[in-house]
């Protein structure tokens, strides 16, 4: 028989719960603004779901009815610069959030909602409209609601989507020296998901002041949470990554408050994350005003026994126990709350005089629809004040330096012009400057606060580095040591870094650079060798560069990491060894969006092409003797496209050849190409011709690999067919 041993975790894993003598001990006006704040946000729900019933509210009405308890309970200890961030369903934190942010001294039970307190409530009920006086621009609607003044940095309508947002925004506290921390609430149905997991391994690995609030309202619409996992005692999931937990019921305000007061004790003396589960109980569906009994995954009897629990009137009868009030004061602050909403319902909606029985929204506080686009990214104006180089027409002296040099050299120059910057990414700390060499020097120079390896969890760190960003104090550069891992990481760089801006009407930054390397040749397979330039010029909010030589990388890279945007900065591998000539004295130039260059003038054709491509452009119009003008897009998202120098090239060619190397299914060349027939069409003798590799992924035989990807040859090919388009003309 072998020796067993039961082992223990070693983790505190605790249940709170409240005694009289807690509520005897409570401060009296902490136990007034708990009230007062449950009872404005079960008014507000109240009133959005009437509207709701009456078709006003376009888009889901998560409510969050009967889990105010919560909120409420783990968000009045803390201050504006504490940061929240929630779910698809955060009316109830947002509010609890905002309503603390402009009522610092707590309350006022007799004079419940200021002047000031009802601007925010009608603004944060203008937001869920979709209405221009949102905090938004009625952008973000019941799912996005933001107020960074206020510490609310954003809910989240991707489950667990927020998670590694937040961690990030607790490494921006632990390391701007403060003691302020950061929570992020999520469902059930979060405690199941990778970034929660990931975000939850990062920040216990680098102590981060995070707490991760799980409400615990025991179904997703309609699945029972003992339906989704076998242990539903979700405060254990920290247990794995020595995270401690604390369990309490949500439907009591104080001791929620209990419990976060010890996990804020421990987040703000730099011990590290925390994990809070609070079981509360949502009154009604997923959506709408309907209860779940209504669609019968719920008993009316079950609904009922949560409903005597009701967070409003468990506080109210410890107060008037405690002689702090008595039903008439109970009724005057709901009596209040209710008014403060039918003044902002008045405001908003009036009777349609198209139909006398019905409301509608006053059409004149709907958002201008020509503003539909604004906003998606920056102006570009912070660029204004850099030096701007064209480093090939310039007689500036050079030296030589290789490309992977290049790339290690102009980082370690901006690390020390900007604190801001930190690097992060698999290995980069290592090896002598990751696994190609290129953030050599960076660890030594710049330290292991700023050059931080990561565990392998894309989604998490990314997302963390996305929350980081959006949080203002730092400028991450994250390194995907192949592209294709940006599926892994899809929500946080898509969802989330890419729409972040936008979604919120323009509040934020994004100073977010993402290094990846294009592998083709090198023998790693399906899963580690695709272009990902196709894929990021088709999403939201992502600036792309792609440097053909050493120079244009530094001026590129500087640009990148001067923009508030997030960018995609694509190297390959063939280039690292590559023997260049950068301009001699510091890398301090950029090159700004719309700025291709164009490599060879001619009249023939017009080649557009970027990273090696060029190469092996210039060799095919060597071979080929076509006369053709080879452009190098360098910039090759849809908004810095130089659109005038591809223009002025076309006009004068009337042909087009779009060269690149990787797959034809996520090719950039298919986006680029409709642009240009519709751009362009009066002025093209031909339809525009591309070379791309195969269909499928490269994969790992040389001989099959080569077949499925572009180089000189191909390109010669594809200068073939449209010299033979010239008998059309």
């Given at each position: ?20 003598e ?32 009456e ?13 105010e308890?919560?909120?409420v ?7 504006s ?17 905002v ?15 200021s ?16 209405l ?5 621009g ?14 609310a ?14 961690a990030?925004?607790a490494?921006?506290?632990k390391?701007s ?11 059930d ?8 997991l990931?975000?939850m391994n990062l ?22 949470a003992n ?5 539903t ?16 019921d949500g ?5 929620v ?7 804020k004790a421990?987040?703000?003396?730099g ?6 589960e ?21 008993t009316k ?5 949560w ?10 009868n410890?107060?008037q126990?405690l ?6 004061g109970?009724?005057?602050v ?10 902002i ?5 009036e009777q349609?005089p ?6 509608r929204?006053?059409?004149?506080l709907?958002?201008?629809s020509?503003?539909?686009d604004t906003?998606i ?33 102009v ?5 020390t ?21 290129a ?13 931080i ?26 390194e995907f ?7 892994v990481?899809?929500?946080?760089v ?22 990846t390397?294009?592998?083709m040749?090198?023998g ?14 088709t999403?939201?909010?992502?600036r792309i ?5 050493a120079a ?11 923009l508030?945007?997030p ?14 000539q ?8 950029i090159?700004?969006?719309g700025?291709?260059?164009?490599v060879?003038e ?7 092409t970027?990273?090696?491509m060029?190469?092996?452009s ?12 080879l452009?190098?897009?360098r ?9 005038d ?8 060619t ?5 060269v ?19 751009r ?15 269909e ?28 033979k ?5």
């Open positions: 028989m072998p020796k067993r041993e039961r082992l223990d975790t070693g983790v505190e894993w605790v249940q709170i719960e409240t005694t009289d807690d509520w005897a001990a409570a401060d009296p006006q902490l136990l007034k603004t708990m009230l007062g704040q449950l009872h404005l946000i079960r008014a507000f729900e109240e009133a959005l779901l009437e509207l709701a019933g078709g006003l509210v376009h888009g889901p009405a998560h409510s969050s009815i009967g889990q308890g919560g909120a309970g783990s968000i009045i200890g803390l201050n610069k504490d940061t929240v961030s929630g779910s698809h369903r955060g009316h109830h934190q947002f509010l609890a959030k309503i603390g942010h402009v009522t610092r001294e707590g309350l006022n039970l007799d004079r419940l909602v002047d000031e307190l009802q601007s925010v409530l009608q603004r944060t009920f203008a937001e869920i409209l979709g221009a006086q949102g905090f938004s009625g952008r973000g609607g019941s799912m996005h609601l933001q107020w960074l003044e206020a510490g940095t954003g809910t989240n309508a991707i489950v667990g989507g927020g998670a590694p947002m937040a990030g925004s490494w921006a506290h390391h020296g403060t003691d302020n921390v950061s929570v992020n609430y999520f469902g149905g979060s405690s199941q998901i990778g970034s929660v990931e975000s920040a216990a690995v680098w102590k981060l002041p995070v707490a991760f609030f799980i409400e615990n309202n025991l179904y997703a619409v309609s699945t029972h339906e989704a996992t076998a242990d005692r979700f405060s254990v999931r920290g247990q794995g990554f020595g995270i401690p937990g604390w369990r309490v439907m009591d305000p104080l001791a408050h209990l419990a976060m007061k010890e996990a421990r987040m703000r003396s011990e590290g994350p925390a994990v809070v609070a079981e509360v109980y949502r009154f009604f569906h997923q959506n709408g005003p309907f209860p779940g009994s209504a669609f019968g995954y719920r009897e079950e609904e009922a026994t409903r005597e629990r009701d967070p409003l009137l468990r506080v109210a410890e107060m126990k002689g702090l009030i008595d039903n008439k109970v009724e005057s709901r009596a209040q709350a209710q008014k403060s909403m039918a003044a319902v008045d405001e908003l909606i349609d198209e139909n006398t029985e019905k409301r929204i006053r059409p004149e709907w958002p201008n020509a503003n539909v906003g990214r920056s102006s570009g104006k912070e660029l204004e004040s850099l030096e701007v180089l064209e480093p090939h027409s310039e007689s500036k002296p050079r030296r030589p330096l290789k490309f992977v040099d290049a790339v290690a050299q980082m370690d120059r901006r690390m012009m900007d604190e801001r910057i930190i690097v992060m990414g698999e290995d980069v700390q290592h090896l002598n400057g990751g696994t190609n060499g953030t050599k020097g960076l660890l030594k120079n710049h330290g292991p606060e700023r050059v390896g990561t565990p392998i969890s894309e989604n998490g760190f990314f997302g963390l580095a996305t929350g980081l960003a959006t949080d203002g104090r730092y400028r991450p550069v994250v040591m192949y592209p294709d891992f940006m599926w990481a899809a929500d946080q898509f969802n989330q870094a890419g729409k972040v801006r936008h979604m919120f009407g323009n509040n934020n930054s994004v100073p977010l650079v993402l290094r390397k294009v592998a040749g090198s790693y397979g399906s899963q580690h060798l695709m272009d990902p330039a196709g894929v990021f010029a999403q939201t909010g992502w560069v792609a440097a053909s030589n244009d990388y530094v001026g590129l890279m500087n640009a990148a990491l001067a508030e945007d960018v995609l900065v694509i190297e390959h591998v063939d280039q690292y060894s590559k023997q260049d950068v301009p001699e004295g510091d890398l301090d130039y090159i700004p969006p700025s291709a260059r164009v060879r001619g009249k023939d054709v017009t080649v557009l970027y990273l090696t060029v190469e092996h210039a060799e095919a119009i060597e071979q080929t003797g076509v006369d053709a003008d452009i190098d897009l910039w090759l998202d849809r908004a810095s496209i130089d659109w120098t591809i223009g002025e090239s076309i006009k004068r009337n042909s087009v050849l779009i690149e190397q990787g797959s034809l299914g996520p090719s950039y060349g298919g986006w680029l190409s409709d642009e240009i027939q519709r362009f069409f009066d002025w093209l003798d031909q339809p525009v011709e591309r070379v791309t590799g195969g499928a992924s490269p994969s790992i035989s040389k001989v099959l690999e080569r077949a499925a990807i572009a180089k000189t040859e191909e390109v010669v090919s594809g200068l073939k067919r449209v010299r388009g010239w008998g059309n003309r």
